[in-house]
């Protein structure tokens, strides 16, 4: 594979790697760019370049600190410097490794000397690459490229030891597993399913952003099916149900994350547990809502589908504003026959239906001679009902709606 995607990016980096050869430090691109450039991926405009080098974190301040526009010191204890030159961001980072010790939420970091045990301690082989900047070759000890050609996801080290330096690498090895169309080496499998446990100690919030990684690629669903293979799917979204029949209502739904965490979860027990079980790990609290809207929808247009237009509006104001998601989802969970189609006709012939009610409360109170209170509210709720049984109304015909109904109502 070649590396001429990554010339314009040794170009823009050369004055910055001379500074450090001229202190007699490397400097060397590492990440996702050197992979992607292997695939012959195209690079986007906006990437941070992602350096390692063999200079302390003063060194590497002291060098930043007469290139760069801004500068940033914040992970220096960690190793890593940041900065800011025109529109370009850099992050340099000393060679390290990085684990945590047993019962820790919390990485140790040690500094090392040589770009082959920083590149030791990464996530995966196909990660572990680097570039030695200006104008040096490729660094790949654990057979990266290879890797990427055989379509082939390994650790660098054994795969114990690379999940226990950070178990949430688990997770990463779903997502990249799925991104790039490859194949987990059996070990890491085995590595996986016994180590399921140790992703306890990964703050929630790292494991939300990982899950929300997975769920935005074009394909999660390989993903997904290494995740309920090794047991890490319950540990992450809860109880989910049969896994094989959640990946499938998967590759069912659209790309929207949300939608597609829905699907993941619809047989997951009642939208108010499933709510609960999200909020416990951490998600959002307008992504637990929303995927509970969206399951309750869901599972009234299959349990009970409308079965006229007066059923069919309320539905709609019902789900609203997860109407296409909801219909998603009920697809997926099984046939909800023409629902789509019949929703798409009530819009075009009702715009409306989703709007301000054709009379507002102080217009209501006017009409009906009310002060604020209860009644009110009654009066907008009947008028609300009215408008769902018999479809559009004037103005005129609200109001003779309501006083009519407020005749019924002084008669009973």
Known sequence: MSLDRLTPVREEARELAEHFAALGFRVFLVGGVVRDALLDLPLDTDFDLDLTTDAQPPTVKSILENWADALWTQGERFGTIGARRGDRRVEI????????????????????????????????????????????????????DSDLADRRLRTPLDPEATFSDDPLRM??????????????????????????????????????????????????????????????????????????????????????????????????????????????????????????????????AVDQPPNDQAELRCWVVNAVPHVNESVAVASALGGVGPLAADIAALMEAEPDLCGPPVLDGEQIMALLELEPGPAVGAAVEELHRHRLDSGPLSAEEARAHLLAWRDSQAAK
């Open 93 to 144: 980072t000393t060679h390290r490794t990085e684990r945590y010790q047993p019962g820790s939420r919390k990485p140790e970091v040690a500094f090392a000397d040589a770009i082959e045990v920083d590149l030791s301690r990464r996530d995966f082989t196909i990660n572990a690459m680097a570039v030695e900047l200006p104008d040096g070759g490729l660094v790949d000890p654990f057979g990266g």
């Open 171 to 300: 997770l990463r090895a779903a997502r990249f597993l799925a991104q790039f169309e490859l194949a987990a080496e059996p070990a890491l499998i085995a590595a996986m399913s016994a180590m399921a446990e140790r992703l306890s100690i990964v703050a929630d919030e790292r494991i939300r952003g990982e899950l929300d990684r997975l769920l935005s690629i074009a394909d999660p669903g390989p993903g997904f099916e290494l995740l309920f293979e090794t047991g890490l799917a319950e540990r992450v979204l809860g109880p989910v149900g049969d896994g094989v029949a959640a990946v499938d209502r998967l590759g069912r739904v659209d790309d929207d994350p949300t939608t597609r965490l829905a699907a993941l979860l619809a047989d997951a027990g009642a939208p108010a547990d499933v709510q609960r079980a999200l909020a416990e790990r951490r998600a959002t609290t307008a992504v637990s809502r929303a995927v509970a809207a969206i399951l309750n929808s869901a599972h009234q």
